[in-house]
C-alpha cells in the first residue's frame, strides 16, 4: 500500500523555477564554452581590441600631420613602419581600432534594437507578420554595397553617418534570425498561459519573449559588429569614411592615394591583420557560443 505524501512533500514544488533552471543553463553554457580553445582564445582577442581602443591615448601619442621619416619599413623606432606622410603607421592602427570598435558597437546597438523590435512584433503578431516579412525579403534582396556607397556620399563622410548607414543595412538580416525563434516561442502554452493572466502584450514581450530569444540576439551582435566593422572599412577605403578621424579603413586609403599600397607592404599589412583578428574572432567566438549551447556538449 502506497504511503500518504507528507506535508513538506505536498509543498514543495514538482517542476524547477524557471529562474534556477536559467542559472543552470547559462553556467552549463559557460563551462561548455570554457573548453572550447578556438571560443576563448576568440574572446581574449577582443577583449584585447576593446582594451586597446579604450586605452588608445595611453598606448600612442595621436599621428602627426607628418614626419620626416618617410616610408621606413618597420623597425625598433616605428614598429609598424611610417608612411608616405612619414606618420607612425602604429600609431594609426592604434586610434583606429579606436573607431573601429566605436562604429562597431554603436551601428550592431542599433541594427540589434531595430531589427529585435521588428522581429518580435512581427511573432507576437500574426497580422504584421506578413508586412514584416516582405520587407525583410526585399531590403536582402537590394544590392547592400552600391547602396551603402551611394546613402553616405549623399550624407558625407563622418563618423555618425557611417554607423546608421551600416545599421540601415544591417537590421534585416538580424530580424530574419530573431523572427524564426520567436515566431516558435510564441506557440508554446506559457505564452498562451501569460496571455490568460494579463492583457498587458508590453509586458509579455518583454519578460517572456525577448528572454526567451536572447541567445539568438547575442549571436546576432557578434556577428552584426563583424559586419559592421568590414563595411566601415569598405566605405573608408572608397574615401567615403571620416576625413577626421583614423581607422583602418582610411590608413588602405591613404596608402593607395598615395601609390604605395605595392611598394610598402607593411602600408596594407597592420591593418589588413587588425581587421582580420576583429572578423574572424568575431565569427569564432560566435560559433563556439552556439556550439556551448546545445545541451549535448553540456553533458562532455
Known sequence: MTA???????????????????????????????????????LAILTILVLVSVLAPILSAYP?????????????????????????????????????????????????????????????????????????????????????????ALAGPSTWTIILVVAAFSWPEVTRLVRSQALAVVKLPYIDAARLMTRNHIWIVGRHIIPAVTPVIVVSVVVTASRAVLSAAGLAFLGLGDPTTWSWGRILFEAQQSGAMVSAWWLTLFPSLAILALVLSATLLSIGYNDARNPRNHER
Request: net charge neutral; charged share 15%; no cysteine.
Open 4 to 42: 500518504p505524501l507528507t506535508t513538506t512533500e505536498l509543498t514543495t514544488p514538482l517542476v524547477e523555477p524557471a529562474g534556477q533552471r536559467g542559472d543552470r543553463a547559462s553556467r552549463a553554457t559557460w563551462r561548455a564554452f570554457r573548453r572550447q580553445p578556438l571560443g576563448i582564445a576568440s
Open 64 to 152: 602627426a600631420s607628418y614626419g620626416t621619416d618617410v616610408l621606413r619599413p618597420p623597425s625598433a623606432t616605428h614598429w609598424f613602419g611610417t608612411d608616405a606622410l612619414g606618420r607612425d603607421v602604429f600609431a594609426e592602427v592604434i586610434w583606429g581600432t579606436q573607431q573601429s570598435v566605436l562604429v562597431a558597437v554603436a551601428a550592431s546597438a542599433i541594427a540589434i534594437m531595430i531589427g529585435t523590435l521588428v522581429a518580435v512584433a512581427g511573432a507576437y503578431v500574426p497580422r504584421l507578420d506578413t508586412f514584416v516579412s516582405v520587407v525583410v525579403d526585399l531590403t536582402l534582396s537590394l544590392p547592400v554595397l552600391p547602396l551603402m556607397i551611394l546613402v553616405a
